[in-house]
C-alpha cells in the first residue's frame, strides 16, 4: 500500500521538501508519496488530529508549528526534547513521534563544508531564537563546546547561554572580538528579503579564514554572506537537505542519496553558496 508523507506549515508552497523527499523516494522505488499542507492557523488542532487520523506516515513541520504540534503528539524523542521543537513527526506502534533534525541537519552540513572543524573550533552564533537553540543543542551534544551566543536583545543571548553553559555577548562585543572565532553561524530572519542590505552584526574584524555560515537560503546569497566576501561560507540550503536526509532516515531506516537531493533542488533553482 502506498504510504502519504507530508510538509505542514503556513505557507509552505516556496517549500522545496515535496522535491527533494520525493526523487528519495522514487530513486529508492518506495511506493510513497510526499505532499504539502498548508494549515490555517485556527484550523490547526483540526488538522493535527486530523493527520493522525488519516494514517500518514511521517511529516515534516516547519513554521509556524515547530512548537504548537508537540502537545498533540504521542511522544517526544530526545532531539526535540532538548530543543523544545519539532520539526519531524514519525508514525509508529506507539503512537505518533516528535524529532527534531535541524541541529543534526545543520552539523552535517558543517562538516561537509567546513574540512577545518574541530570540537577545539571557536563558534559564534547570532541570534537567540528556536534555530539557534536548536543548533546550540545539537552542538553541545556533538562535543563542541567553545561556543559564544550573541543577539540584539542581550538578556536572551545570556538567558539562552546560562542555561547551556556556553558563553554570552553584546552584539558590540562580539564584533571587536571577532577575530577570536573560527566559525560564525547567522541564525536570524535578517537577509531573508532579497533587497535587505541590513547585517546583523558588523564584519569588519573578520578574519580571513574564518567560515561564515547563514540558515537562509533564499537568496542564495544573503548580504551578511556577500560582506564576508572571499572567506570560505555556506548558506542554508546544505543545512536543509542534510535536516531532510535526517528526517528520511527515521522514516525508512535509509540513507538518501545526498547528491539527489542536491541535484533536485538545483533543478528548482536553489543552489549552495
Known sequence: MKKTY????????HSISPTIQQVCFDALAIEAAYVPFEIAAEKQADAFKGLKALGIA?????????????PYLDGIDESARLAQAVNTVKQTDAGYIG????????????KADFKQLTTASTI?????GGAAKGILVALLAAGYRRITITNRTVSKAEQLAIATGVEAASLT?????LEQFDCIVQTTSL????????LPLDLTRLRADT???????????TAFLKAAQSNPKQNGLGMLIYQAAVAFEIWTGIWPDID?????ANEKGFKKC
Open 58 to 70: 511521517g511529516f515534516n513541520v516547519t513554521a509556524p508549528y515547530k512548537e504548537a504540534i508537540m
Open 6 to 13: 507530508a510538509v505542514i506549515g503556513q505557507p509552505v508552497g
Open 173 to 177: 562585543v562580539a564584533a571587536a572580538q
Open 260 to 264: 539527489k537531493m542536491i541535484a533536485a
Open 211 to 221: 567560515f561564515v555560515s547563514d540558515l537562509i537560503y533564499n537568496p542564495q546569497e
Open 124 to 128: 559564534l552564533i547570532i541570534g537567540a
Open 191 to 198: 537577509g531573508m528579503n532579497p533587497t535587505d542590505d541590513q
Open 99 to 110: 524529532y527534531n533534525t535541524d541541529g543534526a541537519g545543520f552539523i552535517h552540513s558543517l
